[in-house]
């Protein structure tokens, strides 16, 4: 996009993440003044930036046709604009399970699975037996990469920001935005205050969320805050390339590269769909008070044996092979819908625009949509909302505002950290509501119970002799 000297805006990014450095980038290149504000020490500092992150090409979402689509549009453009930031895989495995944690079957067939999965002209079916899986119905490989975090990526970035003229301004914590028909102000920790022609809310939806967005938004749309772990691992016999394996669909486990240095180092994320989301929150600030919960005896004694009994239930090398290195944990926002839709959704109030943070693919889509939005092209204006004529959010209105069926398993529903607190209240009182439950306190032990959900996991030790990332080995 070409400006010319006359309509180059001030713009503000509140967030240094993935979606607001991108954004920085792209609109300095076409000619505006950009000013990121981070309250952290340091850009990317934050889920961005220290979590694995899959470059998705779709088969993650096979109930979300919208989700694929926007994750299919970005792949290629993505591999084009930061192809240093692209991490390839030795493999990256996509499994459908037989069984999930809960004793459900998986919520896709197997038809529509590989259905899901042949959409990229890649894939392959593989012998998931002779590579050591089990109790899966199939399995398939993909040429799906993920991208490098940590220092690496903060380092290279800020270099790519600070050559292009961004201002970055660091530990600066936004107090106040406001907003009228000549621009916005933001007043920061100091008291100072900073006019700019529009501002961009990259903070990923967890401040200044307008009340437009809440009350009288043009689709029926709930947002949930999510206090999430990943479990840290080392890989005992590391490949030259990383690889990645998940299980499909429903409360099953995955394991993700966490590339961090231009070599490899076998640093792996352990995520599982019952045991990383901890809460279901209405308001962020009720995430982040279950998130400081989250103590280093709660994750040693509640979750890391259970998350890795069952991956090693899907791959038995896991038990022997990786080594426990602690966690990490961050509140993400997330749009509740029945097939679990995760594309990026902009809009604007005022001179205000807004990103609901996606998959890292849809930095592209957000920034189409925000110059749409810069430009008033090709908009639309609905209940004082505007966004961006057969945009994410024009295109997918079905799938945003249709919720999960009362009592159907959800991602958006989980309530991980109470249930688990309160089977320990019932269990101190001699109270069961499971057969399972009453079994273990007789002393039998289940490897696997599919009737109760914390059902009894063995213990396996940790050898953990490294720094945590941030908890301490017990």
């Not at 399972?436 to 002393?443: F, P, R, S």
């Amino acid at each position: 996009m070409t400006h010319t000297k006359s309509n180059r805006m001030n713009i503000a990014i509140i967030g240094g993440g993935w979606y607001g450095c991108h954004l920085a980038l792209a609109l300095k290149k076409a000619g505006h003044k950009v000013t990121i504000f981070e309250k952290n020490k340091d850009i990317l500092n934050e889920v961005s930036g220290n979590f694995g992150i899959r470059l998705h090409k779709g088969p993650h979402y096979p109930r979300s046709p919208a989700t694929r689509e926007s994750c299919h549009q970005a792949f290629d453009e993505f591999c084009n604009t930061y192809p240093d930031f692209v991490v390839h895989h030795e493999y990256s495995i996509y499994a459908l399970g037989e069984v999930d944690a809960l004793g459900n079957p998986s919520k896709v067939t197997r038809e529509q699975f590989e259905q899901v999965c042949h959409e990229s002209p890649d894939c392959k079916k593989v012998d998931a037996e002779s590579l050591g899986y089990k109790g899966l119905q199939t399995a398939m490989s993909l040429d799906e990469p993920s991208v490098i975090i940590g220092e690496e990526l903060r380092v290279r970035f800020r270099r790519m920001l600070e050559e292009a003229g961004v201002n970055i301004r660091c530990e600066t914590l936004v107090q106040d935005l406001q907003s009228d028909a000549n621009g916005t102000v933001i007043t920061d920790e100091h008291g100072f205050e900073h006019r700019f022609d529009y501002t961009i809310n990259a903070s990923g939806y967890q401040s200044f969320i307008p009340t437009e967005a809440q009350n009288n938004f043009p689709v029926e749309m709930e947002i949930v805050y999510q206090p999430c772990l990943g479990l840290k691992y080392k890989d005992r016999k590391p490949t030259k390339k990383p690889f990645s394996f998940i299980v499909m669909d429903g409360w099953y486990p995955c394991i993700m590269p966490c590339v961090e240095k231009a070599t490899f180092q076998g640093d792996y994320i352990l995520t599982h769909g019952a045991y990383t989301i901890m809460a279901s929150c209405k308001t962020a600030s009720e995430a982040h008070a279950v998130l400081n919960k989250l103590t280093d005896d709660f994750v040693e004694k509640n979750i890391r044996s259970r998350a890795a009994s069952e991956m090693a239930r899907f791959w038995p090398e896991f038990a022997e092979r990786f080594e426990y290195q602690g966690y990490k944990k961050a509140v993400l926002a997330k749009i509740k819908t029945k097939n679990e839709f995760r594309s990026a959704v902009t809009f604007g109030t005022g001179r205000v625009l807004h990103v609901i943070p996606g998959k890292l693919n849809n930095v592209f889509s957000a920034e189409r949509e925000i110059n749409a939005l810069l430009e008033s092209k090709d908009c639309l204006l609905e209940n004082g909302i505007h966004f961006m004529k057969n945009g994410i959010l024009d295109q997918a209105r079905v799938e945003i505002q249709t919720k999960p069926d009362k009592g159907e398993p959800n991602t958006c529903n989980l309530q991980t950290f109470a249930d688990i607190k309160k089977a320990q209240d019932a269990a101190k009182n001699g109270i069961f509501s499971t057969k399972a439950e009453m079994d273990m306190d007789a002393g039998k032990k289940h490897a696997y119970s599919p009737h109760s959900f914390f059902h009894y996991v063995p213990s396996i030790p940790s050898r953990c002799s490294s720094p945590k990332i941030v908890g301490t080995c017990q």
